[in-house]
């Protein structure tokens, strides 16, 4: 038993953040309990978790952000959509692409993101372990991690 891989259960009874970039720009991704993770993600817990907490002690940026109001799902009011939205939000501010799970489409969905391109930031050690992808696309044989 390789100690060193996410277990299925743990990811599908999760909400977990993960990290990808395109060049120099990083997204976020919240996965919703889903199994829709890069292999990489799913193959490195120890290196999933350092990505994880280098991005959580990042600190927010009072730059300008938008919120893609169109791929939101349906709330019944303004706190219900404003509680949803705030880690969306910090992760924008942080400089970061951050994307919800769509579970109708079974894909990711870009939430908030910085309003003038910026790239973030990062240490060398922290980029070389993030998946590398485009973030006009989401190629399906890089995010399914189960048959």
Same mark, same amino acid.
């Given at each position: 038993?390789?100690?060193? @891989? ?6 599908? /009874? ?12 990083? &997204?976020?991704? &919240? /996965? ?11 193959n490195d ?12 002690e990042?600190?927010s $940026?009072? @730059? ?6 169109? $791929? ?14 705030s ?5 924008a ?14 894909n990711?969905?870009?939430? &908030?993101?910085?309003?003038?391109e ?6 060398? /050690?922290?980029? /070389? ?8 696309? @989401? ?5 399914i991690? &189960?048959a």
């Amino acid at each position: 038993m390789n100690l060193n @891989i996410l277990d299925i259960g743990f990811i599908l /009874s999760n909400d977990l953040d993960w990290y990808a970039r395109d060049g120099q720009k990083i &997204a976020h991704f &919240a /996965s919703g309990g889903t199994d829709l993770l890069p292999k990489s993600v799913v193959n490195d817990r120890l290196g999933w978790e350092e990505i994880c907490t280098y991005f959580d002690e990042q600190e927010s $940026n009072p @730059i300008e952000i938008e919120v893609c109001e169109d $791929n939101l799902p349906y709330f019944n009011n303004e706190q219900e959509k404003s509680r949803y939205l705030s880690s969306f939000i910090v992760m924008a501010h942080k400089g970061l692409y951050s994307h919800d799970i769509d579970f109708k489409e079974n894909n990711y969905k870009l939430i &908030a993101y910085p309003k003038y391109e910026m790239p973030t930031v990062a240490k060398q /050690s922290i980029l /070389s372990k993030l998946p590398c992808i485009k973030l006009t696309t @989401i190629i399906e044989s890089f995010m399914i991690i &189960a048959a």
